[in-house]
């Protein structure tokens, strides 16, 4: 336990003035260890970080109602653990001058360290919303960087401090910031997201004092892809490839290292998913560009950080545990009448460590271990076969609100059919398919008699270059609501033919399910809104309905506890 922990902490914060924020009553969709404000509307995170002991979360908000707002501001709440929160009631940002006044919208933190000091203070770069309603790049920073809670922002004098550069990008499309990092000549680097008809581009910038920006003359813009529309929230990282889970520091960018590859992370406008490329960064004195090993193109080969809904995701390196934290926004898939009748929308996903896989081709991302304290009652099965065409309830923990483990053993995968790819979810209710070898998984959220039920599975097939997964969540039969988005989000990955077992992690809290499967290769998150599953109605089942039997190596399943939201 970290030396600041919420546990040890809690009490001596309300007695400084926070309070515990009780939830509405009645709110079957509101989490319980989620991230979500009391009420309103929620998107993108923005510049989360790590100083003086304390975890910092900003993110898009409306105070004025639970839509999108014409003047959005930077919320923002503090951590201990990542896990449990206090809501400062101070907003970070708000609309307060010509470059901003319609509205703060999402851009990064950087901690700089000061001239010849071991002293650091954070500044942020954030996109205003102009009188013009021109997208621009402006600078903040703390009023007193000795708080902890940094409660308090001013902004610069100078802003804004970039505008778009007329005739490579729109005006009206410019902004998200990343975080910055130093070159090896001592200036310091960001992207911005910008967009050109259909063009989406990542945009260069250099400075010397993180005032002054200059365009780069050289190799700009940094990335374009055509066909994504705007690219928003980028997001640039270095990650290691010597096989751990380790972070690499943001500072850390040396294109001479042969263990260091780079990830340039976008949020793809038309697509309203996460998209990655991982390659090269090169930046000596000849140039300055980041050759990516992988495409864009819109295809089932592309790179995701997750094939449901989560979008504007924004990285930190966390230095208490030298590790690489992403968080992302989970938007509601209710009407916005509904998202008004509850008072709020939006969530965030459980941060995730991420880094690449050993092969260096993908990244990986699991839930950060802090999330494992809100563990209890813990129920196990092990040995157990699903036999085809069977399901087995979960008993012993609270259904609507878990985190489950299971490892699913597999028959021989020789006997698995040939993949048609015209076939594949193309169903609306894919999960009833009978295949040989699944589809078996999770049905969570479920009502007692299986008439609500939200199916999270894998089918293993052969294909011309050996195995492959297709690993589903399908929302087809999830609620009885009707004016709800219900469909199956899916991804195909190969597998190895040596591969005996396979595993799936689901979190499943409320409204929101988060899976896991292949211990982090393949992700996907959605949101679920039952009208007969909901709290102590909720059930949990394992089912396998292919034509041969599927075994539980072993399952865990904890109901989780509440985490603590404070209010400032």
């Known amino acids: 336990m970290e030396p ?14 926070i309070k515990n924020n009780m939830v509405p009553q009645n709110q079957p969709y509101r989490t319980c260890y ?6 309103n509307w929620m998107n993108d995170p923005n510049g989360p970080m790590y100083y003086k002991g304390v975890y910092h979360l900003f993110y898009q908000y409306n105070p004025d109602g639970a839509t999108f707002g014409e003047k959005m501001v930077w919320a923002h709440s503090v951590s201990y653990d990542l896990i449990n929160w206090i ?15 319609h509205g703060c919208f999402s851009g990064s933190t950087t901690i700089l360290h000061q001239h010849g000091q071991e002293q650091q203070q954070p500044f942020i770069l954030y996109t205003g919303f102009d009188e013009k309603k021109h997208q621009v790049q402006n600078l903040a920073m703390p009023k007193n960087p000795q708080d902890p809670f940094l409660r308090e922002w001013t902004k610069h004098p100078q802003n804004p401090i970039i505008t778009a550069p007329i005739g490579l990008v729109e005006q009206e499309n410019f902004r998200d910031p990343t975080t910055a990092w130093k070159g090896s000549d001592g200036k310091w680097r960001v992207i911005v997201g910008a967009r050109d008809g259909d063009i989406g581009k990542a945009i260069l ?3 010397e004092d993180f005032v002054n920006w200059e365009l780069n003359p050289n190799n700009n813009p940094f990335c374009e892809i055509d066909g994504i529309g705007m690219c928003e929230c980028p997001d640039f990282f270095p990650v290691s490839i010597d096989g751990t889970k380790h972070g690499v520091h943001d500072y850390d960018y040396d294109s001479s290292s042969s ?26 004195d000849e140039e300055e560009k980041f050759v990516a090993e992988n495409e864009i193109r819109g295809n089932s080969l592309d790179l995701k950080l997750d094939h ?6 924004k990285s930190f390196f966390d230095h208490a545990k030298k590790r690489r934290v992403i968080w992302g926004w989970v938007k509601e898939l209710d009407t916005e009448q509904d998202d008004i009748h509850k008072g709020w929308a939006g969530l965030q996903a459980i941060p995730r460590q991420v880094w690449i896989h050993e092969n260096g081709k993908w990244l990986m991302q699991w839930p950060i271990e802090e999330l494992e304290r809100l563990r209890e009652n813990q129920v196990s099965i092990v040995g157990h076969k699903l036999v085809a065409g069977s399901t087995l309830q979960v008993s012993g923990i609270t259904a609507s609100q878990a985190d489950v483990e299971v490892v699913f053993e597999l028959p021989d995968l020789e006997s698995a059919e040939w993949l048609d790819s015209k076939e594949v979810c193309s169903d609306k209710e894919y999960a009833s398919k009978s295949s040989i070898i699944g589809p078996f998984g999770l049905l969570a959220l479920a009502s007692k008699d299986l008439t609500e039920q939200t199916a999270i599975f894998f089918t293993i097939y052969r294909t011309h270059n050996g195995f492959s997964c297709l690993m589903c969540t399908d929302l087809t039969r999830s609620s009885l ?29 409320g409204s929101i399910i988060e899976s896991f499967g292949e211990k982090g290769r393949v ?4 949101r679920v809104y039952p009208l007969l599953a909901t709290g102590k109605d909720a059930h949990l089942f394992l089912f396998n309905n292919g034509k041969h039997n599927v075994s539980i190596s072993e399952l865990n399943a904890w109901s989780m506890k509440r985490a603590e939201f404070l209010q400032q």
């Open 87 to 101: 809501h400062l009631n101070h907003h970070a940002l708000q609309p307060s001058h010509h470059y901003d006044i």
């Open 481 to 509: 609501k009707q004016d709800l988005h219900k469909t199956t989000y899916a991804t195909i990955f190969d597998i190895d033919p040596s591969l005996k077992t396979i595993s799936l992690r689901t979190l499943i809290d």
């Open 205 to 207: 910038y250099h400075s």
């Open 523 to 526: 992700c996907i998150t959605n």
């Open 4 to 17: 600041n922990s919420s546990n040890d902490s809690s009490s001596n914060i309300i007695n400084n003035g």
């Open 34 to 39: 989620h991230f979500q404000p009391q009420q």
């Open 308 to 313: 449901g809904e989560f979008y504007a995701s």
């Open 259 to 284: 263990v260091i590859r780079h990830v340039l992370k976008i949020s793809y406008q038309n697509k309203q998913q996460e998209y990655y490329l991982i390659g090269m960064y090169v930046c000596d």
